[in-house]
């Protein structure tokens, strides 16, 4: 299939950018593509108008500080899976990269482009909503923060305005004492996930501190759930976690079965996240 008509704009600058989402409520932005172009191809999606901004300057870096990393909007997922400085600060968004889609979808496909997206069976989206993310959006009206929390509204749909442009996400570093897992189960690997797993565990001496667990592909949203008190009890674990969740049908799998991975990547996540934790301990 074809998409429909629209119009194309590729702007040099920023204000540019910005001034032409506001004269059009049904133009959308285009970074790398690989979410909304098949959209467009199967008339899922119909904007108006497209906003290239790709050649918009200072979208395409990785920033990596001691307390976090913050990643552009034109950054590749290629780019930011390849930095060894991003494993070293946050290892779960690394850990997570790893599980997206294909080289050649990595290669074009941006971090912050999958986060607006906000398909609840990609990785990101429920890395951000772990981690306590955020994502910058500017406007002709001035800049915002949003926060993971508030990002996530529905099914492939963000809070983030049709006139707005996202700048760059930020993923809080892996704190003292803490360690992550990261799991999924896909019928190939590239797919999107049936389910998936992460957790972030933080000691106190010999003790579980906090123990928070994300799961993508289960809900409509990515969810966080907080385990700390049935962490050492896969059963317990996994009661708690689907008490929380709400396990869907859909042509690739059925309610019962999501929630049979949940019991078992819960439990095998925890124990990884734990060990990760101990391990940079020592």
């Given at each position: 299939m074809k998409?429909?008509?629209?119009?194309?704009?590729?702007?040099?600058?920023?204000?540019?950018?910005?001034?032409?989402?506001a004269a059009d409520p049904g133009a959308k932005v285009l970074a790398g593509g690989q979410s909304l172009v098949p959209l467009l191809n199967?008339?899922?999606?119909?904007?108006?108008?497209?906003?290239d901004i790709?050649?918009?300057?200072?979208?395409?870096?990785?920033?990596?500080?001691?307390?976090?990393?913050?990643?552009?909007?034109?950054?590749?997922?290629?780019?930011?899976?390849?930095s060894p400085d991003v494993r070293r600060v946050q290892p779960l968004v690394s850990l997570a990269?790893?599980?997206v889609a294909h080289a050649t979808i990595r290669n074009r496909?941006?971090?912050?482009?999958?986060l607006v997206h906000a398909d609840a069976?990609?990785?990101?989206?429920?890395?951000?909503?772990?981690?306590g993310g955020s994502v910058t959006v500017t406007s002709t009206s001035g800049q915002r923060l949003v926060r993971a929390a508030d990002l996530f509204a529905g099914p492939l749909e963000?809070?983030?305005r049709h006139d707005e442009i996202a700048l760059h996400a930020f993923f809080p570093a892996l704190a003292e004492a803490e360690g992550v897992g990261f799991e999924e189960i896909a019928r190939r690997h590239g797919d999107y996930a049936l389910c998936g797993v992460g957790a972030v565990v933080r000691l106190e001496g010999d003790a579980v501190a906090s123990a928070r667990v994300g799961y993508l592909s289960v809900c409509d949203v990515p969810t966080v759930v907080d385990l700390t008190e049935a962490w050492d009890s896969p059963d317990d674990a996994a009661d708690l976690a689907l008490a929380r969740l709400d396990p869907a049908d859909d042509i690739h799998g059925t309610a019962a079965y999501r929630a049979?991975?949940?019991?078992?990547?819960t439990a095998r996540v925890l124990r990884a996240a734990h060990d990760d934790a101990r391990s940079r301990r020592a």
């Amino acid at each position: 299939m074809k998409p429909a008509p629209f119009s194309f704009v590729r702007p040099q600058g920023l204000p540019h950018a910005l001034e032409a989402l506001a004269a059009d409520p049904g133009a959308k932005v285009l970074a790398g593509g690989q979410s909304l172009v098949p959209l467009l191809n199967m008339r899922l999606a119909a904007p108006t108008t497209l906003v290239d901004i790709n050649g918009l300057p200072d979208l395409d870096e990785i920033e990596v500080a001691d307390d976090g990393v913050r990643v552009g909007a034109l950054v590749r997922h290629a780019e930011v899976l390849a930095s060894p400085d991003v494993r070293r600060v946050q290892p779960l968004v690394s850990l997570a990269l790893a599980h997206v889609a294909h080289a050649t979808i990595r290669n074009r496909g941006t971090v912050v482009g999958s986060l607006v997206h906000a398909d609840a069976a990609a990785e990101l989206p429920m890395v951000l909503s772990l981690l306590g993310g955020s994502v910058t959006v500017t406007s002709t009206s001035g800049q915002r923060l949003v926060r993971a929390a508030d990002l996530f509204a529905g099914p492939l749909e963000s809070t983030v305005r049709h006139d707005e442009i996202a700048l760059h996400a930020f993923f809080p570093a892996l704190a003292e004492a803490e360690g992550v897992g990261f799991e999924e189960i896909a019928r190939r690997h590239g797919d999107y996930a049936l389910c998936g797993v992460g957790a972030v565990v933080r000691l106190e001496g010999d003790a579980v501190a906090s123990a928070r667990v994300g799961y993508l592909s289960v809900c409509d949203v990515p969810t966080v759930v907080d385990l700390t008190e049935a962490w050492d009890s896969p059963d317990d674990a996994a009661d708690l976690a689907l008490a929380r969740l709400d396990p869907a049908d859909d042509i690739h799998g059925t309610a019962a079965y999501r929630a049979r991975l949940v019991r078992v990547l819960t439990a095998r996540v925890l124990r990884a996240a734990h060990d990760d934790a101990r391990s940079r301990r020592a």
